[in-house]
């Protein structure tokens, strides 16, 4: 009797999902964390500070895990400064300046949208195949998204928040754009260069840009004085929020490719909730079942092995 065994390149791809699970339990705790900390500080000193801390986490690694950093090639040089640009800089005071006009759980609403976004670009431009199965798993993921954000409640008041586009949801839909750049250009740079050192060259570019950004905008001097729980906030936002996730998001992309490591994003509003009930004790409703099921199903039906 034989046994079916493995084959590597699977082992290693559930690997990554596991991973990229864990990546969108600790981004689910960021809205939260974020929350806090634009609570006493302003957005930009807020986007500084996570990604200063982070870098100095993250250079320690590559010297303890690499070696150090690679020189860079005049074509990394850019793609890192886009990284650096995209999805630590542009991203983080959209996302800390939409906190600070929504609340947590409405902000997170919008990282459901990042996985439709990277797939109609890779389609549009040829770089992933966008299957049937794949497309359904998308929407089926989106729909399950809105539904967990919403509380199974599809038709909320004319003058309720979620009905209207304000100030906050045009700067999460900017943030949104950021996202799906960092993912599109990360996954050239994990061609040839290592998941570690694409997060540590995207941190350390995003930090100068953020430091010229807190000059310019003149209120980060004040922002030195935080609390305890500020500091609490900042600190999870450093390690579980960019260190480790941004690595292993890099690595889904060498792995998995853009779309399907870009779907797994459907999962933060998920984990948001779930943060919500168990820390907030806020109530676990039938929608919020509901919906975190098609979740589930759409990243499960996105990632099968297309014939």
């Known amino acids: 009797m034989t046994h079916a065994t493995a084959h590597p390149t699977e082992i290693r791809a559930m690997h990554i999902y596991a991973k990229l699970v864990l990546v969108a339990a ?8 974020g929350r806090t900390l634009v609570s006493e500080v302003e957005p930009i000193f807020a986007a500084l500070a996570r990604f200063g801390l982070a870098s100095v986490f993250l250079v320690g690694l590559t010297w303890s895990l690499e070696d150090g ?4 090639r005049p074509s990394q040089l850019l793609l890192t400064m886009g990284l650096g640009a995209t999805g630590v800089a542009f991203y ?3 996302f800390f300046a939409a906190l600070s006009h929504m609340s947590a759980s409405q902000t997170a609403v919008f990282v459901a949208f990042n996985p439709m976004s990277v797939a109609v670009l890779m389609a549009a431009f040829g770089r992933e195949r966008l299957t049937r199965s794949r497309a359904a798993g998308f929407c089926i993921a989106l729909v399950g998204a809105v539904v967990v954000i919403r509380g199974g409640d599809m038709h909320a008041p004319q003058d309720s928040p ?6 906050g949801e045009l700067l999460m839909s900017a943030a949104v754009l950021s996202w799906v750049g960092y993912t599109l250009l990360g996954r050239r740079t994990v061609s040839d260069l290592s998941p ?10 995003g930090t100068v840009f953020l430091f010229f950004l807190a000059l310019l905008d003149g209120t980060w001097s004040t922002s030195f004085a935080i609390s305890w729980e500020g500091a609490s906030a900042l600190i999870y936002l450093a390690i579980f929020g960019t260190v480790l996730p941004f690595v292993w998001y890099c690595q889904g992309l060498q792995t998995i490719g853009a779309s399907r490591t870009a779907v797994f994003t459907n999962l933060v509003p ?8 168990l820390v907030l004790q806020e109530p676990m409703t039938l929608g919020l079942c509901i919906g975190g099921l098609l ?8 990632n099968t092995p297309q014939n």
């Not at 600790?26 to 939260?32: I, L």
């Not at 950093?69 to 860079?72: D, F, K, V, Y």
């Not at 998920?270 to 009930?277: D, H, N, Q, R």
């Open 162 to 167: 979620a009905s209207s586009l304000g100030v």
């Open 26 to 33: 600790m981004w689910g705790g960021t809205f939260v964390a």
């Open 69 to 72: 950093l690679p020189r860079l």
């Open 92 to 94: 983080n005071v959209f």
């Open 196 to 205: 570690l050192a694409t997060t540590t060259y995207a941190a350390l570019w």
């Open 270 to 277: 998920l984990f948001g909730v779930i943060f919500g009930v």
């Open 295 to 302: 979740v589930a199903l759409g990243v499960v039906l996105t």
